[in-house]
């Protein structure tokens, strides 16, 4: 079993839907949790960055971490068609160098 | 903002040739990081390092050698090429805080290596 599981999807959503991203992990020792957006061929970009267990909010994003289920959350709101990408999630330790990623979910965002 | 750089972006070796990836990070980033994306995979990390040093080592063959220079660019070797090393390897660069031992990771574009 991996560290870090999350559906592949590929997800598909009407534009201005509301999307709902999900990951559960299984190391207690991941204190530091992250969401990444990649295009094909590119490199991730870091969307959202949680320390804590709440919720995080950045315009239309917002990230949720519940560290006593070992489950995290993206949602987009208003979703819009440049949404469309791959998201994953990644989350490491204290005092570690290396990311842990899912294996990113596809989404796509139709107008 | 300046972003990280990778060279080349694009790369086709033969097996058992070498290669050499250049990684430039973020000005005034001290930690450089290596990881591998196969096709349809996540980032598997390889290596980073922090001031110079190697900080923690992941799923890196002992084919692959790495180093960061007194500049802070750091450069991936290859050696003995193989079919199953055909991937996107990523650079990411990050600086190191103080009050937390996270740093948040930015990734560059990503070099695309094809073994035939």
């Known amino acids: 079993q991996k560290e870090v599981e999350q559906d592949p999807g590929p997800l598909s959503v009407p534009e201005g839907a509301i999307v709902s991203l999900n990951c559960t992990y299984s190391?207690?020792?991941?204190?530091?949790f992250m969401w990444y957006r990649q295009y094909s061929r590119k490199g991730p970009e870091l969307l959202m960055y949680?320390?804590?267990?709440g919720n995080k909010e950045d315009g239309r994003f917002t990230a949720q971490v519940d560290k006593s289920s070992k489950y995290i959350s993206l949602f987009i709101r208003d979703s819009q068609p440049s949404d469309s990408a791959t998201y994953l999630c990644a989350m490491t330790g204290a005092g570690s160098y290396q990311l842990t990623f899912g294996k990113g979910t596809k989404l796509s965002v139709i107008p | 903002a300046a972003g990280v750089i990778q060279s080349p972006r694009h790369l086709i070796k033969e097996k058992r040739e070498t290669a050499t990836l250049k990684c430039y990070p973020i000005?005034?980033?001290?930690?450089v990081y290596w990881y591998q994306q196969g096709p349809g995979q996540d980032p598997q990390f390889l290596i980073s390092?922090?001031?110079?040093?190697?900080?923690d080592k992941g799923s890196i063959p002992d084919r692959f050698s790495a180093q960061q220079f007194s500049d802070y660019h750091s450069e991936l070797n290859m050696s003995s090429l193989e079919l199953g090393d055909s991937a996107l390897y990523f650079c990411a660069s990050s600086l190191a805080t103080t009050n937390t031992y996270q740093e948040t990771q930015y990734f560059g574009p990503g070099t695309r290596l094809l073994v035939l």
């Open positions: 390092f922090y001031e110079k040093m190697q900080s």
């Open positions: 190391n207690s020792a991941f204190q530091y």
């Open positions: 000005p005034r980033h001290d930690t």
């Open positions: 949680t320390y804590s267990s």
